[in-house]
């Protein structure tokens, strides 16, 4: 085994995924070096919603996999929100049926239960206490904690993995690796929100209208986080005034009392997604090893539960020879 990986590994992509799997990799004792394109509040991560969830990811017993092992992370995490943005937080998952997520949960979520009429009356759901992640807080605290491990995040544009001098080169580029990675199978999913002043909720709640429309609801500090859509092959970063207000449509046919909420922004991200996530070593030019992580979706951010579960697997995968 190469054991060159253990003291200099250089990870490409400053968001949670590349933050998470460079800290990682920084408390099992490696030099650590973040290379990002933009500073982490302005990465595809930052928009997120977030709840946890294994959302969007595929192959989806591996993805439960690594979200049940993020759980456990967040939990902990929660136990400091002020300093982690990490709450645990009740709400519904319409359109959910209790057996089917005990199936893979295994009695790991707290408060897991049918939902009533009077939770959710649009239809079946369950109501259960998840962590929901305030990335405002969640990203910079991520790097905080990145760089009181020894590890360094650097902003600068790279054209090519091979610039990376490090015995180890982690690629966590989204969809920079279709470029960077020759990897023309990781795609955009377009995700646009509008956020605005909170009536009053505290309590979380994601649907699916019959028309196959989603909406959710997530509070945050002082705000609150509409959603939502799933628009595969959308690149634009522009919002759409016709999609907010359907968003604000959706959200208010749910909960009325967020009609008439002011609105303080409109956020646009794009879900770098694969029909499965690549997940898997190879090699640069030079022989030195490359991991490569591309496509994790819906379940890149904490939301659904790739970025905690996800690393630990990086390193073992940088580690093998």
Do not use: K
């Not at 995700?191 to 028309?211: A, I, M």
């Not at 429309?213 to 997530?218: C, D, G, K, Q, V």
């Not at 996530?277 to 790739?306: K, N, Q, T, W, Y």
């Amino acid at each position: 085994m190469d054991t060159r990986w253990n003291s200099d590994v250089i990870v490409v992509g400053g968001g949670v995924i590349g933050l998470t799997t460079a800290l990682a990799l920084a408390d099992g004792g490696s030099r650590v070096r973040v290379w990002t394109r933009e500073p982490v509040e302005r990465t595809t991560s930052a928009v997120a919603g977030a709840l946890w969830w294994p959302y969007h990811i595929e192959p989806e017993a591996s993805a439960r996999a690594w979200a049940l092992s993020s759980l456990e992370v967040y939990e902990r995490l929660a136990a400091r929100p002020a300093q982690t943005g990490v709450r645990l937080v009740e709400g519904v998952l319409g359109e959910t049926d209790p057996a089917e997520v005990e199936a893979w949960a295994a009695g790991r979520l707290t408060g897991l239960h049918r939902s009533t009429a009077q939770e959710y009356g649009a239809g079946t759901g369950v109501r259960l206490r998840l962590p929901l992640i305030d990335m405002t807080v969640f990203l910079p605290w991520l790097r905080q904690r990145l760089l009181l491990a020894g590890g360094t995040v650097e902003e600068r544009t790279v054209a090519d993995l091979a610039e990376a001098e490090a015995s180890v080169v982690v690629n966590c580029t989204g969809l920079g690796a279709r470029e960077l990675a020759a990897d023309a199978l990781v795609r955009p999913v377009r995700g646009q929100l509008v956020v605005v002043e909170n009536p009053g909720l505290d309590t979380w709640l994601v649907s699916t209208g019959p028309d196959g429309e989603m909406a959710y609801l997530f509070p945050h500090a002082g705000r609150l986080l509409l959603g939502g859509t799933a628009q595969d092959g959308n690149w634009s970063l522009e919002p759409d005034p016709e999609v907010a207000e359907a968003i604000v449509r959706r959200c208010a046919a749910l909960r009325p009392e967020v009609a008439g909420a002011r609105i303080l922004e409109h956020r646009v991200g794009l879900r770098p997604v694969r029909d499965a996530v690549r997940l898997e070593r190879a090699e640069l030019p030079d022989g030195r090893p490359v991991v490569h992580h591309s496509g994790p979706g819906g379940g890149g951010a904490p939301g659904g539960g790739g970025g905690g579960g996800v690393a630990p697997a990086l390193v073992g995968a940088a580690a093998s020879g």
